[in-house]
């Protein structure tokens, strides 16, 4: 079993729609959760990092929920330069690996 | 400005000669790793640096060297490069290998072994 799955998509949404991407993680251990950006053959740029309680940053929102091990990204009001493939990032153990998921594709039409 | 830097940006080798990836960062983390990410595969982890002088391997370490001589620098080492070896490589960089530090990543060497 993978250690972060994550439904590839492709999302194609209209502009100014929400969209919402869940990542699952299947080490319960797991301690920090990441969303990542990823550009079409660029470096991954954090997004947002995910805390317990859940977390906000203008548009977009990350959530966690151990209980059911996954994380979510909600994004509102999409903008065209929202199109990117949206990488979710687990580390379960302190000075370990990071797992990544394989990544979501979304595409904000006009 | 702070940032991890990679060299080359793109390499065309033939298999069997051997070449090293650089990477530096210049944020005074302690934390270094590198990726290779393929299609439909994701990013997968080769070795990771919690500190100088401490390298551990990842899920794909074979083939793979690296060292970690000063806190800065984290080169990656082919020693003979084949051609499953062709792919798109990363090197990322964290604070502390603490909880909740983030990597921060380079902008990626695209190696093609013929």
């Known amino acids: 079993r993978k250690e972060v799955e994550q439904d590839p998509g492709p999302f194609n949404v209209p502009e100014g729609a929400t969209v919402a991407f869940n990542c699952t993680y299947s080490?319960?251990?797991?301690?920090?959760f990441f969303w990542y950006r990823q550009d079409c053959r660029k470096e991954p740029k954090l997004l947002m990092s995910?805390?317990?309680s859940g977390n906000e940053d203008g548009r977009f929102t990350a959530q966690l929920n151990r209980a059911s091990q996954y994380i979510s990204l909600l994004i509102r009001d999409s903008k065209l330069s929202d199109s990117a493939t949206y990488l979710c990032?687990?580390?379960?153990?302190?000075?370990?690996?990071?797992?990544f998921g394989t990544g979501t594709s979304l595409t904000v039409i006009p | 400005e702070a940032q991890v830097t990679q060299n080359p940006r793109y390499l065309i080798t033939v298999t069997g000669k051997k070449l090293t990836v650089t990477c530096s960062q210049n944020?005074?983390?302690?934390?270094m790793s590198w990726y290779r990410q393929d299609p439909g595969l994701g990013l997968r982890q080769i070795y990771y640096?919690?500190?100088?002088?401490?390298?551990d391997k990842g899920d794909v370490p074979e083939g793979y060297k690296v060292s970690r001589k000063e806190k800065r620098n984290f080169p990656l080492i082919l020693e003979s490069p084949s051609p499953n070896q062709t792919s798109l490589y990363f090197c990322?960089?964290?604070?502390?290998?603490?909880?909740?530090?983030?990597?921060?990543f380079g902008n990626g060497t695209r190696l093609t072994v013929t």
């Open positions: 990322a960089s964290s604070l502390s290998w603490d909880y909740n530090s983030p990597l921060h």
């Open positions: 080490n319960s251990a797991s301690q920090s």
């Open positions: 995910v805390y317990s």
């Open positions: 990032v687990v580390n379960h153990e302190a000075g370990n690996q990071f797992y």
């Open positions: 944020m005074n983390h302690e934390y």
């Open positions: 640096s919690m500190n100088v002088e401490v390298t």
